[in-house]
């Protein structure tokens, strides 16, 4: 199965934008990345999620590397309300490989 | 558009007993996946059900078990449960097509004993 790694932490200023990393080098050609965060004592939240091609939705960017090893969530003008941990997590046939996740601190 | 609803949230049991878990998929989504979350292993997959019939499983003893109703709905059962399945059971509805997104309820928080 996948594995991805991120960093444990890292804080951000509001208002600025927030470049979340994870490498994913173990993943398969048909392995979708995706990106959720979880605020404490609820569910994790879908952000995004993409194949091969970068995406952009209403939330946030998704860069994926050409080699599909590595991708960066970018979140472009952060809150105090996007502080939370951040996953990002390898679809492996409908079962999503999670990873520990990055803590996001947003400070004012 | 109502989102995916677990009952009970809390539940405390005793070593021994077993326990039964609830989810309510989105309205329209055949697919419910059930995953476990603990501060020593994070999130870990458990099993995923699709048309009534379970699909995909994790690597869980066969004391994990769970079914799918006609209507999506799906339970989760832990029998002779034991202190390490202290857990958030977090359960996740999609259409079931790879490239749609699993949505998240906010669990049942399960405490033993």
């Known amino acids: 199965d996948a594995k991805t790694t991120q960093p444990t932490s890292m804080d951000c200023a509001e208002g600025r934008a927030a470049n979340l990393p994870c490498n994913h080098s173990t993943i398969s050609g048909n392995e979708y990345v995706y990106w959720y965060r979880q605020i404490h004592s609820q569910g994790p939240q879908y952000i995004i999620h993409g194949l091969k091609n970068n995406e952009t939705n209403e939330m946030a960017s998704l860069i994926i590397t050409e080699d599909r090893k590595s991708s960066t969530l970018i979140l472009p003008h952060a809150t105090l309300r996007d502080t939370a941990v951040y996953y990002c997590?390898?679809?492996?046939?409908?079962?999503?490989?999670f990873g520990a996740g990055t803590q996001v601190v947003v400070t004012p | 558009k109502a989102g995916v609803t677990q009952t009970p949230r809390y539940l405390i049991k005793t070593r021994g007993q077993q326990v039964t878990l609830s989810c309510s998929p989105i309205?329209?989504?055949?697919?419910v996946s059930w995953y476990q979350q603990t501060p020593g292993q994070g999130l870990q997959f458990l099993f995923e059900y699709f048309s009534e019939t379970q699909r995909n499983k994790g690597n869980f003893p066969g004391r994990f078990s769970g079914r799918q109703f006609s209507n999506s709905r799906s339970e989760m059962n832990v029998s002779t449960l034991e202190l390490g399945d202290s857990a958030l059971y977090l359960c996740a509805s999609s259409l079931g097509d790879r490239a749609q997104p699993q949505h998240f309820g906010d669990g049942t928080r399960l405490s033993i004993l």
């Open positions: 997590v390898v679809d492996s046939w409908g079962k999503l490989q």
């Open positions: 309205s329209g989504h055949r697919s």
